[in-house]
T-cell receptor, first 112, second 116 residues
Framework: GENVEQHPSTLSVQEGDSAVIKCTYS??????FPWYKQELGKRPQLIID?????GEKKDQRIAVTLNKTAKHFSLHITETQPEDSAVYFC???????????FGGGTRVLVKP | DAGVIQSPRHEVTEMGQEVTLRCKPI?????LFWYRQTMMRGLELLIY????????DSGMPEDRFSAKMPNASFSTLKIQPSEPRDSAVYFC??????????????FGSGTRLTVV
């Protein structure tokens, strides 16, 4: 099965700084790469995703980059704000609709 | 659309009792997933269905857990008998197996189960 690892497990940044989380996966057949954000006591919510035929995707302050050769993809958050404080999960997928295998999560704390 | 609907939101039960968690997926979605989240084990997939048929139940911890999907709009996860180590947040999610994957998977609000 898919082996997914996230680094770091915790990340503390000053408001306005950037945050980067890396996700490494094992299954070369993975072709869809989402990132989820989970605030305390709430459900995971999709914040950005990328397909295997694209190297980078950006949506305002967040971006995802993909290196299929090395089997890793990263979440980039720029100009961090206190509301970015949450746990972030990567979950590479082999095909649309197939099961998500979540990484262990990265707890991000943005200090004002 | 109201999204994925789970009930109850919170459940407190005594060890040994039967617990049934319920999920209504988004209309038209053909995949349904049950996840469990704990501090120790993170988010783990228990079982998933495609067109009401169980596809992979390898994540179901033991025979005390069972899941059904009698129709496209309803699924249950049952624990009998419940044990304190079953305490967790249980999420249901649904997705569309075809079409644009960027539509994403949608999670329900979860059921927080406490077994005392």
């Amino acid at each position: 099965g898919e082996n997914v690892e996230q680094h770091p497990s915790t990340l503390s940044v000053q408001e306005g700084d950037s945050a980067v989380i890396k996700c490494t996966y094992s299954d070369s057949a993975s072709n869809y790469f989402p990132w989820y954000k989970q605030e305390l006591g709430k459900r995971p919510q999709l914040i950005i995703d990328i397909r295997s035929n694209v190297g980078e995707k950006k949506d305002q302050r967040i971006a995802v980059t993909l290196n299929k050769t090395a089997k890793h993809f990263s979440l980039h958050i720029t100009e961090t704000q206190p509301e970015d404080s949450a746990v972030y999960f990567c979950a590479p997928v082999k095909a649309a609709g197939n099961k998500l295998t979540f990484g262990g999560g990265t707890r991000v704390l943005v200090k004002p | 659309d109201a999204g994925v609907i789970q009930s109850p939101r919170h459940e407190v039960t005594e060890m040994g009792q039967e617990v049934t968690l319920r999920c209504k997926p988004i209309s038209g979605h053909d995949y349904l997933f049950w996840y469990r989240q704990t501090m120790m084990r993170g988010l783990e997939l228990l079982i998933y269905f495609n067109n009401n048929v169980p596809i992979d139940d390898s994540g179901m911890p033991e025979d005390r857990f069972s899941a059904k999907m009698p129709n496209a709009s309803f699924s249950t996860l049952k624990i009998q008998p419940s044990e304190p180590r079953d305490s967790a947040v249980y999420f249901c999610a649904s997705s569309l197996g075809t079409g644009d994957p960027s539509r994403g998977y949608t999670f329900g609000s979860g059921t927080r189960l406490t077994v005392v």
